[in-house]
């Protein structure tokens, strides 16, 4: 008998083993896909005809200016491919230089507006790296692109109950008219990244106790008619990976 428990043990020991190293090899899977899928061949494309585009229309300044903002955002890109998480403080680099970089390359401008609660130190708050970017992404992309006009974003980062709240908001199109928008988009450009997105929330959902969740809603004007949508990303504060 007690040589039947030791071997029904080492048993279990082992199948903890493989799931945990099953598990840690799914991560490292998701992470490079989240990588290849934020600098795809799409994006790379758009990025270089917006290096023509600014200098034909913008002059040397503009370009330099585009240019810049590039070479930093795959610089930034292939960092945080090497590490689980992120500060607040450098996300909001991150995501301000991506929308600047959009902003340059489209004929209408993109206008930020970024607030972090005061009882947040940026420095010291983590999210998980390329969570916020494809809820951007989906906001230029499917909402202020196909609307053809100046577009909006809003990004408000909260707490609420020992819980870190990232709200995304737009004033594009709307989720309706974006669905009769994506047939036809998805002939050039297939994204994948939300759904990579929501893997990864699994993932970190299995070291978090299911502390991560996140929902899309349709925002709308008085009369009723589509005014963008609202991305809310809820994660814990103290925010556990497969490092910590």
Do not use: W
Not at 85 to 109: F, G, P
């Amino acid at each position: 008998m007690l040589f039947y428990f030791f071997l029904s043990l080492e048993s279990k020991l082992l199948k903890e083993r493989k799931e945990r190293k099953d598990r840690n090899l799914e991560v490292s899977n998701l992470e490079a896909k989240a990588y290849r899928a934020q600098m795809n061949p799409h994006f790379i494309f758009n990025a270089h005809n917006g290096m023509q585009s600014a200098m034909v229309l913008g002059g040397e300044k503009e370009f330099n200016k585009y240019i810049t903002s590039f070479s930093k955002l795959i610089r930034d890109t292939t960092e945080m491919s090497r590490v689980d998480r992120i500060s607040i403080a450098d996300e909001i680099k991150y995501i301000t230089n991506y929308i600047r970089l959009q902003s340059l390359r489209l004929e209408n401008q993109i206008t930020l507006h970024l607030t972090v609660a005061a009882e947040i130190n940026k420095d010291e708050v983590f999210m998980p790296c390329m969570m916020l970017q494809p809820i951007v992404e989906n906001s230029i992309v499917h909402g202020i692109i196909p609307k053809k006009a100046d577009g909006f974003i809003s990004i408000d980062i909260s707490t609420s109950a020992g819980t870190l709240l990232v709200i995304v908001e737009d004033d594009g199109i709307g989720r309706k008219a974006a669905e009769k928008e994506k047939e036809r988009y998805q002939k050039t450009h297939k994204s994948f990244a939300t759904q990579i997105m929501r893997d990864r929330i699994d993932i970190f959902n299995y070291y978090n106790k299911d502390q991560l969740s996140f929902t899309i809603d349709d925002l709308y004007d008085k009369d009723g008619s589509a005014a963008g949508t609202k991305a809310t990303l809820s994660l814990p504060l103290d925010l556990k990976t497969r490092h910590r």
